[in-house]
């Protein structure tokens, strides 16, 4: 789609490989750094992930400033200030954060309130920064969240029980190490789960209101990269190829949604993780065909290139966009994830507040359909729980 004006940057330089996490050291030296402040996320040390990125370190004669573990897949506004006061006080040259998208998320809110001081509250949406950030290398250890290739960062805020998002073009990773290996050890259903955020990510990046061409080109091709690889990565963890596809295209559709956000989908998702604690990816990959159906009640045309994108016959519009929920919702199943929202927990009582969090959550605002007021969003969680 090519709106009256759009901006496109990708600041990042990406690495892929079998093995890539091995070459950090030299990577670090190419960006001028020499002492990195290395976040590691929890889970990690049993299957030996940070001690084969220290050892990289190492062997390229540099060495850890320091090395801190991340709060874990949700972190807050407190983790991240904690881990900024760490950085403030470790005179590293570097960040690198190894883990899933909260180490990721908390090492760009550590960035930016490491640069700029202050609180995180007050430096949350969309900015350029003067001061200057600590250089960001980004190795994720499973595809789906796509931080790696996106300045955006989640996290959540106890006193307001809501999450709070933060986007600095400075925070977008310096370097990507995309290396498959790290994500061997990763379960079915998580892995099901990363790879329906990653289409969350690409689907409502290409009907965006923010759409535009560079970001459409990689929302699209990351589309088809995950309808083909996805399930098998599900089905044998073990797939190298089919997990270096995942990550590849993870990082796609973040980068496609860096340029023009998301929508519905992700509003419900971050008013439902902000107010009762539900898991990001999970609750994204359930609630992503009844944003499809949602969305295509009034603009279904949106959908078209999503699934010729997917291999899905052609037709009409509306039952291209029904045919695509339909793909969504076996992906999840074979995935063994929830179907239903109560299924996760949630009290259905719990529906008019996280309708009214969702409705002005920023996300909501790149969405192709407005809703006209809470309610039309109860109807929709009541839809999926």
């Not at 030296?29 to 001690?51: C, D, I, M, N």
Request: glycine share 14%.
């Amino acid at each position: 789609m090519l709106g009256e004006a759009f901006e496109f940057g990708f600041p990042t330089r990406v690495v892929y490989g079998p093995g890539s996490v091995d070459r950090l050291g030299d990577e670090l030296r190419e960006l001028g750094a020499g002492r990195p402040f290395v976040l590691v996320g929890p889970g990690l040390a049993p299957r030996g992930l940070p001690g084969r990125a220290l050892a990289a370190l190492s062997e390229a004669g540099l060495e850890a400033a320091a090395v801190v573990l991340a709060q874990g897949p949700a972190p807050d506004v407190d983790s991240a200030a904690r881990t900024a006061a760490a950085l403030a006080g470790s005179r590293a040259d570097a960040v690198v954060a190894l883990g899933g998208d909260g180490a990721l998320d908390e090492a760009k809110a550590a960035i930016t309130l490491a640069g700029s001081g202050g609180d995180l509250r007050a430096l949350r949406g969309t900015a350029a920064t003067s001061a200057p950030l600590h250089p960001l290398v980004a190795i994720p250890t499973a595809g789906g969240g796509g931080g790696e290739a996106s300045p955006h960062a989640r996290l959540r805020d106890p006193a307001s029980r809501g999450v709070l998002l933060l986007s600095r073009r400075g925070t977008c990773p310096a370097l990507a190490v995309l290396d498959p290996e790290l994500g061997l050890a990763e379960s079915s259903e998580a892995t099901a789960a990363g790879g329906l955020d990653a289409m969350a990510h690409a689907l409502e990046a290409l009907v965006s209101l923010m759409a535009q061409p560079f970001g459409d080109a990689l929302a699209a091709a990351a589309l088809g990269e995950l309808d083909r690889w996805l399930v098998p990565a599900v089905r044998v963890g073990s797939d190298l190829e089919a997990r270096g596809h995942l990550l590849v295209a993870s990082a796609m559709a973040g980068a496609a949604s860096g340029a023009a956000g998301t929508g519905v989908v992700h509003a419900m998702a971050h008013a439902l993780e902000g107010r009762c604690g539900l898991p990001h990816a999970a609750t994204v990959g359930l609630l992503l065909p009844h944003g499809v159906r949602y969305n295509a009640a009034r603009v279904p045309g949106r959908y078209l290139g999503a699934a010729r994108a997917l291999g899905l016959p052609d037709g009409p519009a509306e039952e291209a966009a029904e045919r695509l929920a339909r793909r969504l919702e076996g992906m999840a199943a074979e995935g063994g994830l929830p179907a239903r929202l109560r299924d996760l927990g949630l009290d259905r009582g719990a529906l008019a507040e996280v309708a009214e969090a969702a409705l002005v959550d920023a996300s909501i605002f790149s969405n192709p359909r407005a809703p006209v007021d809470a309610g039309e969003l109860v109807a929709l969680f009541e839809g999926a729980w």
